[in-house]
């Protein structure tokens, strides 16, 4: 059974940090695309980041615009785990995280960043971040 679960949400104030992390589970995920989403209240489940691996040295990494140099996305094939470390939060990012995996995505930076690609998710974490 697959399973991922998020950790690391909470409180913080605008500028700080926090770093999510997504523990994956019931197969080796190396090879998988991993993302996160977010969804702010009223609002659709948004694309935040993600990323893939070529099984060889190669990362490849996808962000949206609104957190491009912001966040990274990190993965740990040891350790079945995927990385989200947020900085300069702004009340903006305030919303719930959630990982998501899928074996094989096609199609190109675009596809990445389609939550129907991903069969695979996690229950959420809430990032809340105050003024």
């Known amino acids: 059974q697959v399973q991922l679960v998020e950790s690391g949400g909470g409180l913080v104030q605008t500028g700080g940090s926090l770093r999510l992390t997504c523990a994956a589970s019931?197969?080796?995920?190396?090879?998988?695309?991993m993302g996160w989403f977010r969804q702010a209240p009223g609002k659709e489940r948004a694309f935040v980041a993600a990323?893939?691996?070529?099984?060889?040295?190669?990362?490849?990494?996808y962000y949206a615009d609104s957190v491009k140099g912001r966040f990274t996305i990190s993965k740990d094939n040891a350790k079945n785990t995927v990385y989200l470390q947020m900085n300069s939060l702004i009340p903006e990012d305030t919303a719930v995280y959630y990982c998501?995996?899928?074996?094989?995505?096609?199609?190109?930076?675009?596809?990445?960043?389609?939550?129907?690609?991903?069969?695979?998710w996690g229950q959420g974490t809430q990032v809340t971040v105050s003024s």
């Open positions: 019931g197969r080796t995920f190396s090879s998988y695309a």
């Open positions: 990323i893939s691996w070529d099984g060889g040295s190669v990362y490849y990494r």
């Open positions: 998501a995996a899928d074996q094989a995505i096609y199609g190109g930076s675009s596809s990445y960043k389609r939550a129907a690609e991903y069969d695979y």
